[in-house]
């Protein structure tokens, strides 16, 4: 699956030739990023969030000239729609934070996220980095990616097969189940970022967390509330949350949801895991737009620091190494890959050993025996 590269040179003359990587695995993995490195696609700098800021600025000024103008309406609930749009989008700049994506300075991309995320849409930082730094690492592999632990849904067969009565029947046909579920997906993440405060025992900045928060999750509906009456206040948030928690939980399944999934003690290299266990999305830079980056999950994964607005550039550079050493690279559309989750997730609930059916199956294989 792989061919065994020289260790990167210096390409300065006055320092010393970098020390060879103790296994082939990494120094390919260390020849990409050399490529990638050499494109100037790994320099960080604000300014490719500047045309995101301005259009969620205006669309946020839109929305509440809408809210405030068109009253007692039910058209607000198409005004929630809007809100629930916004605050995905403005989820993804947070997401990008505390990646460390926006600026150079670790300390100015924390205080990005806690403000955009903790204060502008009512998700905790610290929960944030912990869960997913622990996916980041470990995507896809069994007993430490919680995005694949046991909950309402069953993303492992062993799961599933544990299950008896009204869970079991669920189980079987949970993958019909999966976009309802997403209703109410926006509450949950709410929920944690609560608790991830109140009950976290590591939380860098809890005072803060927990100002912010409660000025989003206390402020933001009661100035609904008090806007809009009871009733209809009421029946927006429902609808403006329902969205967002549907638009988040539709942005992030399709990327690793029905890819391989890794044995917990299985050895395999950085460069082979995150590649086999991530899924593309077509669609290019508009769909950039839409999922906030996370369309190129594969590149994502391989330069997490890497500002999402320049992922679709490296994209071409990671499918030719892919393709030079054999390793399945895949790439789906939308609707492709909504449809190859809610299989997967059935197949999981039916009690089927392999829910995979792709290619990449006996290749993942193939790389967790020769590790």
Not at 14 to 25: F, I, M
Not at 81 to 101: K, M, N, P, R
Not at 276 to 303: C, D, K, V
Not at 321 to 343: H, K, P, Q
Request: charged letters at 15%; proline letters at 5%; one cysteine or more.
């Amino acid at each position: 699956m792989t061919i065994t590269q020289d260790a990167p040179r210096s390409t300065s003359s006055s320092k010393p030739a970098r020390t060879p990587a103790p296994n082939r695995q990494t120094n390919e993995f260390f020849e990409l990023a050399r490529r990638v490195k050499e494109a100037g696609l790994m320099e960080r700098g604000a300014e490719s969030y500047i045309g995101r800021g301005v259009v969620l600025l205006l669309g946020f000024t839109a929305a509440a000239a809408l809210l405030v103008l068109l009253g007692d309406s039910l058209w607000q609930l198409a005004v929630a729609v809007l809100f629930g749009i916004l605050f995905t989008q403005t989820a993804f700049v947070s997401h990008d934070a505390a990646h460390q994506q926006v600026f150079s300075n670790g300390r100015k991309n924390e205080w990005l996220s806690l403000l955009v995320g903790d204060l502008g849409v009512g998700m905790s930082y610290s929960w944030w980095v912990r869960k997913h730094g622990k996916h980041h690492a470990n995507p896809n592999v069994i007993g430490k990616d919680g995005d694949i632990a046991a909950g309402i849904l069953a993303f492992i067969p062993e799961d599933a097969a544990s299950r008896t009565g009204i869970a079991a029947w669920f189980a079987k046909r949970q993958g019909w189940f999966f976009f309802p579920i997403l209703l109410f997906f926006g509450f949950v993440l709410h929920g944690q970022a609560v608790l991830a405060v109140v009950r976290g025992t590591k939380v860098k900045r809890r005072g803060v967390e927990a100002s912010f928060l409660a000025l989003r999750l206390i402020g933001y509906p009661a100035l609904i509330l008090w806007l809009l009456g009871p009733v209809l206040g009421a029946a927006f948030l429902v609808v403006q949350i329902a969205v967002f928690g549907v638009y988040m939980g539709a942005s992030f399944a399709p990327n690793h949801k029905g890819m391989p999934l890794i044995p917990k003690d299985a050895e395999v290299d950085f460069l082979s895991r995150q590649v086999l266990t991530s899924r593309n999305i077509a669609g290019g830079r508009p769909m950039g737009w839409a999922m906030g980056g996370l369309n190129y999950q594969i590149e994502h994964h391989l330069f997490p620091r890497m500002a999402s607005p320049k992922l679709y550039k490296v994209r071409p550079l990671v499918r030719e190494f892919c393709a030079e050493r054999g390793i399945t690279y895949t790439e789906t559309g939308l609707f492709e890959s909504y449809g190859i989750v809610i299989r997967y997730l059935n197949r999981v609930g039916l009690g089927y050993a392999d829910p995979m059916e792709c290619p990449i199956t006996s290749q993942f294989r193939t790389t967790t025996k020769v590790m």
